[in-house]
């Protein structure tokens, strides 16, 4: 079975500033995906990076990046030059090799930017 | 191009009657999933589909949820005898072919069936 936590139910953070997002995950298998998206207030849920277990650089998009410590079991997300754009949930999900190809997602961390 | 397209967007039922949530997934993706979105809650999978393969059903609640693609194109999710704990928001996703791991095939989300049952 996978599990995705999420510790952090919310985050404050000035617009500008970086901020880290929490994710750890538990998984017995080898080769997995792990994947951070955002919903708006709007609700959909928009797809912003990707990060292999066997990926050796640390994925990034754009101000996005994914501070990836597979031995901690860790995929934790970066936004950095937080914009007012920006609050919003975010959620880890993964996907593994074993089971069916959905995704496994946590809880999910409200960030909210303040000018 | 279009994104994934879900109707209604809200829809308000009472206790006991049949819903039907449609999903209109990104042309030329074959796989489709359903998920469902309860308050304060991530997201929990119900149903996918690939293909003309026999979906897999292992994430539905009860016998009360079923879903059909019809054409390998467009799914309908149909909740019979609602019930006040089917309230939540319903969101489909494709991908261009089944997500697996090791491999960047992201699911694009629809924005979502908001179900009130009264």
């Known amino acids: 079975a996978q599990k995705i936590t999420q510790t952090q139910p919310g985050m404050f953070v000035q617009e500008k500033e970086a901020v880290t997002l929490d994710c750890t995950y538990d998984?017995?298998?080898?080769?997995?995906?792990l994947f951070w998206y955002k919903q708006p207030s709007s609700g959909e849920m928009i797809f912003l990076i990707y990060?292999?277990?066997?990926?050796?650089q640390n994925a990034t998009e754009g101000r996005y990046s994914l501070n990836f410590q597979k031995a901690r079991k860790s995929a934790n997300l970066v936004i950095s030059a937080s914009q007012l754009g920006d609050s919003a949930m975010y959620f880890c999900?993964?996907?593994?090799?074993?089971?069916?190809?959905?995704?496994?997602f946590g809880k999910g961390t409200m960030l909210l930017v303040s000018p | 191009g279009a994104g994934v397209s879900q109707s209604p967007s809200n829809k308000v039922t009472e206790k006991g009657k049949d819903v039907e949530l449609r999903c209109d997934p990104i042309?030329?993706?074959?796989?489709l999933y359903w998920y469902r979105q309860s308050l304060g809650q991530g997201l929990e999978f119900l149903i996918y589909?690939?293909?003309?393969?026999?979906?897999?059903k292992s994430g539905l609640p009860s016998d009360r949820f079923s879903a059909e693609r019809t054409g390998g194109s467009v799914s309908t999710l149909t909740i019979q005898r609602t019930q006040q704990e089917d309230s939540a928001v319903y969101l489909c996703?494709?991908?261009?072919?089944?997500?697996?791991?090791?491999?960047?095939?992201?699911?694009?989300f629809g924005p979502g069936t908001r179900l009130l049952v009264l």
């Open positions: 998984t017995s298998d080898q080769s997995y995906g």
């Open positions: 996703a494709s991908s261009p072919r089944v997500s697996l791991a090791g491999s960047k095939r992201p699911q694009y």
């Open positions: 990060q292999g277990s066997y990926d050796e």
């Open positions: 999900a993964m996907i593994g090799s074993s089971g069916y190809s959905t995704l496994t």
């Open positions: 042309s030329g993706h074959t796989a």
């Open positions: 589909f690939q293909g003309n393969s026999a979906p897999d």
